[in-house]
């Protein structure tokens, strides 16, 4: 019987759960709510400070910094330029890119699966200046960028693509980007998680991979990640809790022997109804398409002002 473990790849997410709700209460994590000048759009910064904040969530110590938006799904040309700002803001308030002169970006995912193509879309947009740093003033930052694949198409670990490019290359600072998934479905494409902490490729979808962090690639790894697709057991779980709530008003017998059932004895209950397909059924919006090429705007725009703000590029 699988165990009730909500899948999610968002430290917001994580605390939510942790904390039914209630998050900053736990010991070892700090939850801060910040103002931001877009309407609708919340930042939540989740610091992990110890190992014991660390084994509750089940991720590393450090910083996950949470952009919540509906406009990152709107046809809004304005508001994606304003959230690739607030995008810039944060990264440049991760205190990782002041001291490193040489950046390597690296788009993982699949970029033949729509949903999976954020980190190949994103990567492609940003300005490579490696290769003729020469031609540009002193103070413009050597920036690299890579789509590697996956490991069912190349055959090799994606860790040990990048290890082998960061040994020849010499970055001071790698940051990854990759799609996620989300507990709530309304937070999909409509949120942006960064982390200091590195990245496991494909963990959200159970499909774990060796990690990209500062442990195996000997240098920083900034994660930049988005939320395409969300558990489909999951999902049902929510939808049955609205009807629950619905039911409650009208057929009160019924719902007292629903609500008889735990989460965990829901969850298993849905995971049987969906089996065989419980462990790949994994659900993404019809518009993703439209929305990864937006995403994939603000993401690039964002690492674009960040990595070197005093390029013109399109003089470049």
């Given at each position: 019987?699988?165990?009730?473990?909500?899948?999610?790849?968002?430290?917001?997410?994580?605390?939510?759960?942790?904390?039914?709700?209630?998050?900053?209460?736990?010991?070892?994590?700090?939850?801060?709510?910040?103002?931001?000048?877009?309407?609708?759009?919340?930042?939540?910064?989740v610091k992990i400070t110890d190992e014991e904040g660390a084994r509750a969530m089940e991720r590393p110590i450090g910083n996950y910094i949470t952009i919540e938006s509906p406009y990152m799904k709107a046809d809004d040309k304005d508001a994606h330029r304003r959230l690739a700002e607030l995008l810039k803001k944060y990264l440049c308030k991760l205190n990782k890119l002041e001291s490193a002169k040489s950046v390597l970006v690296v788009g993982l995912g699949n970029r033949r699966i729509t949903a999976d193509a954020l980190g190949p879309q994103s990567a492609g947009k940003v300005t490579v200046t490696r290769h003729i740093l020469d031609s540009l003033p002193a103070d413009i930052r050597a920036v690299s960028a890579v789509s590697p694949g996956v490991m069912g198409i190349t055959g090799i670990e994606t860790s040990e693509i990048i290890r082998g490019i960061a040994e020849h290359t010499h970055p001071d600072l790698v940051i990854a980007i990759d799609s996620l998934a989300a507990r709530r479905a309304d937070r999909v494409n409509a949120t942006i998680q960064l982390a200091d902490t590195g990245v496991s490729p494909g963990a959200g979808v159970g499909n774990k991979r060796r990690g990209l962090d500062k442990d195996t690639l000997g240098v920083p790894v900034i994660a930049i990640g988005v939320p395409t697709v969300v558990d489909a057991a999951t999902l049902v779980n929510d939808t049955l809790d609205i009807m629950l709530e619905d039911i409650k008003t009208h057929d009160n017998k019924f719902f007292d022997t629903l609500k008889m059932l735990g989460s965990e004895e829901k969850y298993n209950l849905i995971c049987q109804i969906l089996d065989p397909y419980t462990e790949n059924m994994i659900v993404t919006p019809k518009e993703v398409d439209e929305v990864v090429e937006n995403l994939s705007y603000i993401i690039g725009s964002a690492l674009n002002a960040a990595l070197n703000p005093t390029l013109d590029l399109e003089a470049l």
């Open positions: 019987m699988k165990s009730f473990s909500p899948v999610t790849d968002l430290a917001i997410e994580a605390a939510e759960c942790l904390t039914c709700g209630q998050a900053g209460t736990a010991k070892g994590i700090q939850v801060i709510k910040e103002d931001c000048m877009l309407p609708e759009t919340v930042v939540t910064w």
